[in-house]
């Protein structure tokens, strides 16, 4: 038996030697270690061993297992090794080679400007508010004291669904939703930016859809000078601190006294050029103070209240800030242009 043992030593360790493969060395263990294998084969017959023999052929038996074991053991952590440097010598990366870009996206230059007008408004008190872009002829003129018929509506060539739905022509009817939301009960001062529509033919200035910042600030002893003050404070936020406002008189059936506002020109610092059309100003917005019959359909009294509003185009904002000079190419997304207002 033991020439037996040692028979099947000898040929184990010979076969794990040869072998290089991890699968034939598993069918090795099999073979010789298995429950079917040639040593449990072999410890199996030593039922039929004397008293005395049985811890001799034990003891044998043993270190056999053991050396397969160890041979197994030590193959198998070679053979690992060795597949683990084929792997890496397979997969090399190549550091040199330059790498492929990765395209990034940004926020399109309208986004930014909302965002940076929002954030300049939120930090002097504004909250920001949304409204429909369908809306009833109500909101958009009625609560703005432009009743039926009333002349100042052909300002605003409208987009009619219904006789009374349309697409809003401006964020103004916000400035009645808010007011009608808050009972009269408390200040409000809110922006909203959002779309707005207008039977306009499309050309470098002219757009039938565009955007729209509305402001409005409502509260006791609200003045003029807070509204020209906050203007001042944004045109000088938004364009550097060296440019100048100036408020012209004009109309809009919603403030009295309404104003429209230049700011400086910079490209001609007010020395008059093509594109302050030599005045030396640009126009930037339309704004006033809240008209009593706004606040009192708003459930103000204006009596007690007073407030200022104004609205602002962020188009013709980024267009003054950055130069550009056809409305259309806030539309059409063409990534050259957009690209060049990615921030990084
Ligand atoms: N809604 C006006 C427009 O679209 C702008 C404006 C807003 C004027 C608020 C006065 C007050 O032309």
Known sequence: MREQLEAIQAEALERISQTEDMK????????????????????????????????????????????????????NEKLE??????QLEAETIDVTLPGRPVKVGGAHLLSSIVQELEDLFIGMGYEVREGPEVETDFYNF??????K?????????????????????????????????????????????????RRDTDDATHSHQFTQIEGLYVDKNV????????????????????????LRPSFFPFTEPSVEMDISCKVCNGEGCSVCKGTGWIEILGGGMVHPKVLEMGGYDPEVYSGFAFGMGPERI???????????????????????????
């Open 24 to 75: 034939e060395l598993q069918d090795i263990k099999v073979t010789y270690l298995g429950k079917k294998g040639s040593l449990t084969g072999v410890l199996r017959g030593m039922g039929k061993l004397s008293k005395e023999e049985r811890p001799v052929v034990g003891e044998i038996a043993n270190k056999v297992r053991e050396s397969i074991t160890a041979a197994l053991d030590e193959k």
């Open 81 to 86: 090794q060795l597949q683990l440097e084929e």
């Open 142 to 147: 009625e609560a703005l004291n432009l009743p």
């Open 149 to 197: 018929n009333h002349p100042a509506r052909d300002m605003q060539d409208t987009f009619y669904i219904t006789n009374e739905l349309l697409l809003r022509t401006h964020t103004s009817p916000v400035q009645a939703r808010t007011m009608q939301e808050y009972k009269g009960e408390k200040p409000v001062k809110m922006i909203c930016p959002g779309k707005v529509y």
């Open 223 to 246: 003045r003029m000078s807070d509204l020209k003050g906050t203007l001042d404070t944004f045109a000088k936020k938004m364009f550097g601190e060296d440019r100048e406002i100036r």
């Open 318 to 344: 980024a267009m003054l800030k950055y130069g550009v000079n056809d409305i259309r190419q806030f539309y059409t997304n063409d990534i050259r242009f957009l690209k060049q207002y990615h921030k990084a």
